[in-house]
């Protein structure tokens, strides 16, 4: 149960993010000075560009020690769906692949 929560979430978490970059780059291309630019308008954007990076930067730091701590293989992957789509697409995926190796090591 926990664990399909966790993929729904991926699979939002991917979508709805996407739902606005998808127009702009139609728009404008992949223009990261006109990207950042927006991302930086007002302090309002500022504090949610500040506050999702920041968040990027612990959760690549959790994926790489749980991770590692408890043996799971590919880590890459979770950081470079951070990266490419969000903390709202990594940190899902992440749990749900996780939730799924405990489960496997644990014999459920």
Same mark, same amino acid.
């Not at 949610?48 to 994926?63: H, N, Q, R, T």
């Given at each position: 149960? /926990? *664990?399909?929560? =966790?993929?729904?979430?991926?699979? @939002?978490?991917? $979508?709805?993010? =996407? =739902?606005?970059? $998808?127009?702009?780059?139609?728009? #404008?291309? @992949?223009?990261?000075?006109?990207?950042?630019?927006? @991302?930086?308008?007002? /302090?309002?954007?500022s504090f949610?560009?500040?506050?999702? !990076? +920041?968040?990027?930067?612990? @959760?690549?730091?959790? +994926?790489l020690f749980?991770? /590692? *701590? $408890?043996?799971?293989? #590919?880590?890459?992957?979770?950081?470079?769906a951070t990266?490419?789509?969000?903390?709202?697409?990594?940190?899902?995926?992440?749990? =749900?692949? *996780?939730? *799924?190796?405990?489960? /496997?090591? #644990?014999? !459920?």
């Open positions: 149960m /926990k *664990r399909n929560l =966790y993929l729904i979430l991926a699979v @939002l978490g991917a $979508i709805c993010p =996407y =739902y606005y970059f $998808i127009p702009f780059i139609f728009e #404008n291309g @992949l223009d990261v000075e006109l990207f950042v630019d927006q @991302l930086f308008v007002n /302090k309002i954007s949610f560009g500040m506050d999702v !990076i +920041v968040s990027m930067l612990v @959760l690549i730091a959790f +994926v749980e991770g /590692k *701590r $408890i043996g799971m293989r #590919n880590l890459g992957v979770y950081m470079i990266v490419t789509v969000g903390v709202s697409f990594g940190l899902p995926l992440f749990l =749900y692949f *996780r939730e *799924r190796y405990v489960q /496997k090591i #644990n014999g !459920i």
